[in-house]
């Protein structure tokens, strides 16, 4: 493909601006959970978007809004850290909440956050507040911060998105896309959902999480009434890494089963019940060593 271009955004807003709501509308079909072996270790990815030539990747920047009040330079430094890959920074606010104390805080800094980058708004919820305070609060935002473009999105009903889209498409730098086409289109639900689950048992078992530990999604149910049924086996190489996994009565994988199904839910938009089981497999690296030497290749879908 001649004349890719490919870069990053990073969305920062207030917890429940709706940013979760917005990623998932702009990368559609075309979503990635991208795992965390591939994750940078400065930013957290958590979409890819394609428009025409260009791949546009979404990074989270966790923290930026947190400490409130103190919001100095070394926090803003440290919190902006997440992004600094970032090409454009979209700040979402909400119509309806207007400037709150949170985005009053940050304004001052988006100067030295957005230094280097394209700064765009987004006010997300406008399907929530009269035109004429819409126009007032796009006034005021862009007083305060001259803002490259202001988007007036409404992230769940999809007004303004697709134009929001192509803007971002075409300001990402000209250059070879970053994740391989096959990595982001139509990545299998099934993957994700694992990928979902290993995800998690990582954030609870840290350096205790067992080297050799894969999880699989056994079966995928899709029920009448619009839920689905998701079984997911987690394999551990011993019979010892089983206990780690469970965690006293249990608790752990309960715990691990809960965060994932939320979060599967979350982002199906629908109800989910999730199943897990750990088993052991003790040859699993030397059978996939095996597959590979038989030439089954994973990419492929022959195993
Ligand atoms: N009315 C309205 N509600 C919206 C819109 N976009 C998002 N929401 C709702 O706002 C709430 C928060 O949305 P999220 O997408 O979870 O927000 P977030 O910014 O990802 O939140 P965190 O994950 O906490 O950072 C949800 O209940 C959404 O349904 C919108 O355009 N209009």
Redesign the pocket.
Known sequence: MSNTRAGFVALI?E????????LNRMVGAKVSIVTHKVQTTRARIRGVAIEGDAQIVFVDTPGLFKPRRRLDRAMVAAAWGGASDADVVVLMIEAHRGITEGVKTLLPRLAEIGEGRIVALAI?????VKTEALLQLTKEMNDAYPFAETFM?????GHGCDALRAWLGAKMPEGPWLYPEDQIADLPMRMIAAEMTREKLTLRLHQELPYELTVETENWEEREDGSARVDQIVYVARDGHKGIVLGKGGETIKSVSKASREELAKFLDRKVHLFLQVKVRPNWLEESERYSEMGLDFKDGNT
């Open positions: 807003g917890p429940n601006a709706g940013k979760s709501t917005l997300n919820k406008i399907d929530r999105i409404s992230a769940e009903k």
